[in-house]
């Protein structure tokens, strides 16, 4: 049996515009760059402060129904614990809330959610926010725990990935408390205390 040439020249064409097709090529390049994304945000251990806990069957648990979302909103806090200085930092239960010299900060809501998330930011934007550690590259500081040092270190394409693979996840609707400076700032500035 012989090959029909107009079988194999149809057969050729397609297999050219697979090949060629700069749509497929970056669509493949975009799947490659989330993966390395989502591998470089579980090796980071970003869901573990950004992704609030519940209690499971075994205890503690990530809420995945809310990955990435930051402290959950409706989750109010009493007054933190007083801190000396052996034990000079501390969590809430659900991993989202920390208190220190800082002050008292919030996991932020890492989801392309565009009113309470980073759904606004570019890569641009967060490339910068992480190099500067500050918000948007310019305003007020990334507080602690977020490690921004080490992820400044991070080449840019890997910076790059993770901003592909947060934009990915699923929008969470999460207006995250702001952040609170130490009370001693407060008053000297005249703001409030935390409560």
Not at 112 to 117: A, F, H, S
Not at 176 to 188: C, G, K, L, Q
Request: aromatic share 8%.
């Amino acid at each position: 049996m012989h090959p029909n040439p107009k079988q194999t020249i149809l057969a050729a064409t397609v297999i050219a515009a697979a090949l060629f097709n700069p749509a497929a090529f970056a669509e493949g390049r975009d799947a490659a760059q989330i993966k390395r994304g989502a591998w470089l945000v579980a090796f980071g251990g970003c869901a573990d402060c950004h992704t609030p806990f519940k209690m499971g069957a075994n205890g503690p648990e990530k809420d995945m129904t809310r990955g990435l979302s930051g402290h959950p909103e409706a989750l109010r806090l009493p007054a933190p614990p007083k801190l000396e200085t052996e034990w000079n930092w501390a969590g809430s239960a659900s991993m989202t809330a920390f208190i220190g010299p800082w002050g008292v900060s919030y996991s932020a809501n890492l989801t392309p959610d565009r009113e309470t998330g980073i759904g606004q930011w570019s890569q641009h934007d967060f490339v910068e926010a992480m190099r500067t550690g500050k918000h948007l590259g310019v305003a007020r500081p990334i507080m602690p725990p977020m490690p921004w040092q080490a992820l400044s270190r991070l080449p840019e394409k890997d910076l790059k990935a993770i901003y592909a693979y947060l934009m990915a996840q699923p929008a969470v609707r999460n207006k995250v408390p702001e952040y609170a400076p130490p009370a001693s700032t407060s008053a000297r500035a005249g703001g409030k205390t935390p409560s």
